[in-house]
């Protein structure tokens, strides 16, 4: 005979100082700490999920890879499975010690985070159509918050195919004329800029001229 420490129970048996009820319901609970949220990274070209450093087309199986990841720490877990709704997802899992099981649930937020992968950037960088010329002194914050600009569009177009550092400034290279015009007057508003625009005919598209833009952005302090 034994008396559980938590409910005070005469019991045959105690489970590490418990009864098997107050047992089962410590086992039930997780011990690893889950986060709130599980984030899934998605290309906004391709659509594909990053998982570490691959790219796959099932966010099925990329949330599965995430929570592996997660649970793999928790002790005593016999196996998990999954739910998701739209923004969230509900794991269900079992657990055994002591031949005991014990189950339990739980609610994640799921995000889907877009960014454009580097093979889309790739492919889509090649054909730059502006480039911004950003000129003056310690330009790197500006570049920064260039950046964050861009990201922030979430466009298919949104992004920056090459940045290249010249001897006095830098140059950045857009596949999107319309986002590079907009980087442009975002500089114009903030900064003491003088922005010179520049159009070079660079063969036919289509059966029409085609042109790349540069614009020259010099800033004064
Ligand atoms: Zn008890
Ligand atoms: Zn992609």
Redesign the pocket.
């Known amino acids: 005979m034994g008396i559980c420490i938590k409910c005070g129970t005469k019991t045959e048996k105690l489970y590490d100082s418990l009864c098997i009820n107050c047992f089962r319901n410590e086992l039930s609970k997780l011990k690893i700490k889950i986060p709130k949220t599980i984030e899934i990274k998605q ?6 999920y990053l998982i570490g450093n691959k ?1 796959i087309d099932d966010i099925e199986k990329a949330i599965k890879n995430q929570l592996e990841k997660i649970f793999s720490k928790e002790e005593n877990l016999v196996s998990f499975s999954f739910e998701i709704f739209s923004n969230k997802i509900i794991v269900y899992y079992q657990k055994e010690k002591y031949e005991i099981k014990a189950f339990g649930k739980i609610e994640l937020n799921l995000r889907i985070k877009e960014f ?2 580097p ?2 950037q790739r492919k889509l960088g090649k054909e730059f159509n502006s480039i911004v010329q950003l000129r003056g002194k310690n330009l790197e914050k500006i570049v920064e918050e260039i950046k964050k600009i861009v990201e922030k569009k979430k466009r298919k177009d949104s992004f920056i195919s090459k940045i290249e550092k010249v001897k006095n400034g830098y140059d950045l290279y857009f596949f999107s004329k319309s986002i590079a015009k907009q980087v442009v007057n975002y500089l114009r508003r903030k900064y003491k800029v003088e922005i010179k625009f520049s159009r070079k005919l660079y063969g036919l598209k289509n059966g029409k001229k085609f042109y790349k833009d540069t614009i020259a952005v010099r800033f004064y302090e």
């Open positions: 290309c906004r070209v391709c659509k594909k790219y454009v992968c093979i889309c």
